[in-house]
């Protein structure tokens, strides 16, 4: 199409210099015809004229003096004029006086008598009659007859002009060739250059400029709005692909949200499974302390599976409080040099009593040397009884659990092996995600939450360290590697490594028990009380606020939500009061985050213990503070 | 159309025939031919036109042109009767008839017809000579010497010679278009 309108440009300035040229030559041509034939008509008409003068004046004196044979020579002199075909003279008095036809001439025919003064045209004829005066008399008149050739004329004339418009019109070719270099070329290129853009859509190209006529503006013109429009399209193509890779971002962080949101659901559907799973024992246990309480070897039974449930419990409890952690950060290490084979030993004695009920048979490989890191050791301790207890669940009773220990210079090396069930090659990573378990039916065998390996990998790596999953697939057990870099700090030996911890309890204490819930209030005063304290229980706010003020507590162990006075105003109140301004306030709650270790250590509390409280935290406080 | 096919002669001598009908005084002339002095007359008068005459010849700004007529009552006639209201070199024309050569004083043309005797018409031409006059003569034959302009019948038709020298002589001179339709020109 841009080819068409360069084309049409070209063939219009052809047919415009063609055109011009035609057209003035036209009317040139016409204007000099006309002109012409009237020129040649005066001068055929003044040439005849004259002829009819000179003939006239010459034979005056024959006409005066009667002489036609003189008349008749003069008008023999015509001859010399081939164009007047014939001629006469005529007497004064209309007669026909002498005559003359040029030769070859036939069937001459004189007028019979003289016009009038003047010519006219008759056909191919110019007639002329003139009136020969002298002495203001009229002696005569002369009659001339020539050839009119003005037929001839045009034909000629015709010819030459349409030599000169074929001449004319090979000029203008070449002029309108000179014009189409000068004026259609730059067009051209400007209309070649958009013909590629359009193609191509290559907005890089550029008209070269040749002139600096207004072709030349437009060719500036051109290269600035293809330049502009380059611009734009990169921009467009570069804010394209960002909205591009925007969109792939955002459908990714859709995808995560919603599997972690599925994740979620079913960590819900587990964990209310896994909450009910130890009440029914429990149940049972109490039933059975119930109606044979009085039998030793039953209640010891009982007390056996309770602590084993309640165990299961609370260890369910500290991983979602743990999640809980690692989903805001919170996890926070306590780092200290530890000796690695105490963290195993400690892990092992979590996991034994669960390796034995399921009949695994465990190898050890520990080093012969201590190996010393910089680690905070219950939760080092976490991580391994978390890899074993995966081991044992994942693996058919009485299968082999492999724990290895060694040492490079730079770190230290955990594996943790089964021939269980194995991880599929795909499943390797994932594993590690927040409750993620490769099989997800509910009716599966194996219960956990599901946030063991999730804990174990994030607390490895707060180390400094890394856990990898190795499998072979399906059914060809799996390996856990735990590497963690090893201490800087040289062997300290001699340094004690545990502060003595139990010491007598030197003298009986006041405890002050506030808890809306009874039954923990209550359990909590036992053991107070088996460790020879006096204990007084209060079952909300202000009754502890009462009792306190009589009692004069050393110890106050405070719930936070209580009705009518909560923990924390319970405690400033304490602070205030005289008697128990010294007093050791303990916050004893469910929450135990940091947000709440704070607000309770502004209340005024000195420790703070969350549910379920572990007996041995309890006598830690007891010894490590001495009433004054 | 057959008409103008004629011969010249035969209307020449129609027209004549017709003009004798008309003036039946012509008739009685002894010359004959009324027509010839008639075409003698206007060719005297016409010759004016066709001699330059020196500008001595006229003696006043104001004098006539002056024919004079010898040996031709004819033609002086016709002449008298032919001048009324006509001009010769701007002047008006006088004719006057001449017996002897005192008359010749402010004459121009001079005719000397053939009833003048040859001795006087030989005194007049000499006379006529030392006056700057035209002599205009109509002799069969050769012209006498000192005559400019000599009638002849040629074919029926009255013609003339002219003699270049004469006229010369007499200090007058002859248009060359006077020449080209005489019969003879006689030059030195």
Excluded at chain 1, 104 to 113: D, S
Excluded at chain 1, 172 to 186: G, N
Excluded at chain 1, 241 to 246: G, P, S
Excluded at chain 1, 441 to 449: F, V, W, Y
Aim: hydrophobic fraction near 45%.
């Amino acid at each position: 199409m841009l080819r068409a309108v360069a084309h049409s440009i070209r063939h219009k300035l052809v047919a415009v210099v063609f055109g011009t040229t035609l057209a003035a030559l036209i009317v040139a041509g016409a204007a000099m015809m006309i002109y012409e034939l009237r020129a040649f008509q005066q001068s055929a008409v003044s040439d005849l004229l004259t002829q009819a003068d000179i003939i006239g004046r010459a034979s005056a004196p024959a006409l005066t003096f009667n002489d036609p044979k003189t008349a008749h020579e003069n008008l023999g002199l015509l001859r010399a004029r081939p164009m007047v075909s014939s001629a006469a003279i005529y007497t004064s008095t209309g007669e026909l006086f002498a005559t003359y036809a040029q030769s070859g001439t036939q069937e001459v025919r004189y007028p019979e008598a003289p016009g009038a003064d003047g010519y006219r045209i008759e056909g191919k004829n110019l007639i002329l009659f003139k009136r020969i005066m002298e002495q203001n008399e009229l002696q005569g008149t002369v009659y001339l007859q020539a050839r009119y050739q003005l037929a001839d004329k045009i034909v000629d004339y015709l010819g030459i002009l349409g030599t000169v418009i074929t001449l004319s019109l090979l000029v203008a070719l070449l002029v309108s060739a000179w014009l189409q270099r000068a004026v259609t070329q730059p067009i051209l290129a400007v209309t070649d250059v958009a013909h590629k853009v359009v193609d191509s859509r290559d907005f890089s190209l550029r008209v070269e400029k040749t002139t600096t006529d207004e072709v030349g503006y437009l060719v500036d013109a051109f290269n600035a709005m293809l330049a502009e429009i380059g611009r734009r399209a990169a921009a467009l193509e570069a804010s394209n692909r960002t909205l591009k890779y925007e969109m792939s971002e955002r459908q990714a962080a859709e995808d995560a949200l919603r599997a972690a949101d599925r994740r979620k659901d079913e960590f819900l559907a587990t964990l209310a499974h896994e909450l009910r799973n130890p009440l029914a024992p429990l149940r049972n246990a109490l039933q059975i302390l119930a109606i044979a309480g009085d039998k030793p070897v039953v209640a010891a039974q009982a007390r056996e599976m309770m602590e084993r449930q309640l165990r299961q419990l609370v260890r369910l409890v500290d991983d979602l409080l743990d999640v809980s952690r690692i989903t805001t950060g919170r996890l926070v290490l306590r780092p200290e040099r530890t000796e690695l084979g105490g963290v195993v030993q400690s892990a092992l004695d979590t996991v034994g009593p669960m390796i034995e009920s399921r009949g695994h048979k465990l190898v050890l490989n520990l080093p012969d040397r201590p190996i010393y890191l910089q680690g905070d050791s219950t939760r080092l301790a976490q991580v391994f009884s978390n890899l074993l207890n995966n081991a044992v669940k994942y693996t058919e009773p009485g299968g082999d659990i492999f724990l290895g220990v060694s040492a490079t210079a730079a770190e230290a090396v955990i594996r943790v092996k089964d021939n269980g069930i194995g991880i599929p090659a795909d499943m390797l990573s994932a594993i590690f995600d927040m409750f993620m378990q490769v099989d997800r039916s509910l009716e599966r065998l194996h219960a956990g939450l599901g946030v063991g390996l999730t804990l174990a990998k994030r607390l490895v790596e707060l180390h400094g360290g890394t856990l990898e999953a190795r499998s072979d697939g399906l059914g060809s057990g799996s390996e856990f590697i735990v590497r963690l870099p090893l201490s800087r700090v040289p062997e300290q030996p001699g340094a004690p490594e545990i502060a003595p911890e139990v010491q007598a309890f030197s003298a009986q204490r006041r405890v002050l028990v506030a808890d809306d819930n009874q039954d923990h209030a209550e359990s909590l005063a036992m053991i107070l009380r088996s460790m020879g304290n006096e204990v007084v229980v209060a079952n909300d706010g202000l009754q502890a606020a009462a009792t306190a003020a009589s009692f004069r507590p050393d110890f106050a162990f405070l719930d936070i939500g209580m009705p009518g006075l909560n923990g924390y105003e319970l405690a400033r109140r304490l602070r205030q009061s005289s008697v128990t301004v010294d007093a050791v306030l303990v916050a004893v709650t469910g929450w135990g985050q940091e947000k709440d270790k704070r607000l309770a250590h502004e209340a005024g509390f000195d420790h703070h213990l969350v549910k379920p409280v572990d007996f041995a935290q309890i006598r830690r406080i007891l010894v490590a503070t001495i009433p004054g | 159309m057959k008409r103008f096919a004629l011969p010249h002669l035969v209307s020449w001598v129609l027209a004549a025939i017709l003009w004798m009908l008309c003036a039946p005084w012509a008739a009685a002339q002894t010359d004959g031919n009324v027509l010839e002095h008639r075409v003698k007359a206007a060719y005297l008068y016409k010759f004016a036109d066709y001699v330059e005459w020196p500008d001595s010849a006229f003696a006043r700004p104001d004098a006539p042109f002056t024919i004079a007529v010898a040996g031709s009552e004819p033609v002086a006639a016709e002449l008298v009767d032919l001048v009324p209201g006509r001009r010769a070199h701007g002047r008006p024309i006088a004719v006057r008839r001449v017996q002897g050569v005192d008359a010749l004083a402010g004459v121009h043309i001079l005719f000397i017809g053939r009833g003048e005797g040859a001795l006087r018409a030989a005194a007049l031409i000499r006379a006529a000579q030392q006056r700057s006059i035209l002599v205009v003569t109509e002799t069969e034959g050769p012209p006498p010497p000192g005559s400019a302009i000599n009638f002849v019948i040629v074919d029926g038709r009255v013609r003339f010679d002219c003699s270049v020298e004469a006229g010369r002589a007499a200090g007058l001179t002859l248009s060359s278009r006077l020449l080209a339709v005489a019969q003879n020109v006689k030059t030195p």
